[in-house]
């Protein structure tokens, strides 16, 4: 069934390189690279990870300072629920683009999944600072001042986040809807 999903989604990767080869003056070595990092973009939406990272571990051999590749290894180290070794491919973006904020994000997520909520704060800052009306970021700040027990920050980045969120859509903790929770319980208790 995995390898049907991989064939379907390699038709579009396929269309692309036939189309990047007639209509594009790329080199060779460009074809190749965008052809590989299709393949495995198609390993990984079929879930077979583990021929994913070898392909993108070959473009690294090519190039071994592509983000996208970075950002894409550690996505899949973080889909497995292996945050701690998604960690290094994260650091290795935001080292090699001190500004990318999707790379300190989700730096960010893994310490919060991995309860470093202090790690996960500092990165935050860093969003924070590149794009202050990043609602998740704000809400994951949020999240981790509540979990560290800082209730007045929390509900700070909490209300920050509501206000950068146009269509209202934030899930924030239980700091600002704690009246609603204490209502749920009184009625499970009288239940």
């Known amino acids: 069934m995995k390898i049907f999903r991989y064939?379907?989604?390699?038709?579009?990767?396929l269309w692309s390189l036939i189309r990047d080869i007639i209509f594009r003056s790329l080199s060779r070595e460009e074809n190749r690279l965008h052809y590989l990092f299709g393949k495995a973009n198609a390993y990984d939406q079929a879930d077979l990870s583990d021929r994913s990272i070898r392909i993108y571990e070959e473009i690294?051999?090519?190039d071994p300072d592509s983000?996208?590749?970075?950002?894409?290894?550690?996505?899949?180290?973080?889909?497995?629920?292996?945050?701690?070794?998604?960690?290094?491919y994260y650091e290795k973006v935001v080292r090699l683009n001190p500004k990318h904020y999707q790379g300190h994000y989700w730096l960010a997520v893994c310490y919060w999944e991995l309860e470093r909520y202090y790690a996960a704060i500092n990165t935050l800052e860093?969003?924070?600072?590149f794009?202050?009306?990043?609602?998740?970021?704000l809400n994951l700040m949020g999240d981790c001042y509540e979990r560290v027990g800082e209730g007045a920050k929390?509900?700070?980045?909490?209300?920050?986040?509501?206000?950068?969120?146009?269509e209202g859509r934030v899930i924030h903790?239980?700091?600002?809807d704690r009246s609603n929770q204490e209502k749920k319980r009184e009625e499970r208790v009288r239940h």
């Open 67 to 88: 983000i996208p590749v970075f950002m894409n290894l550690g996505g899949i180290c973080f889909r497995r629920g292996m945050f701690e070794k998604a960690i290094p």
């Open 131 to 137: 794009l202050p009306t990043f609602k998740d970021a």
């Open 154 to 166: 929390a509900e700070h980045y909490y209300l920050k986040a509501i206000s950068a969120d146009p």
């Open 7 to 13: 064939l379907f989604h390699m038709i579009p990767v």
């Open 126 to 129: 860093k969003v924070i600072e």
């Open 173 to 176: 903790g239980g700091i600002l």
């Open 60 to 62: 690294l051999e090519k």
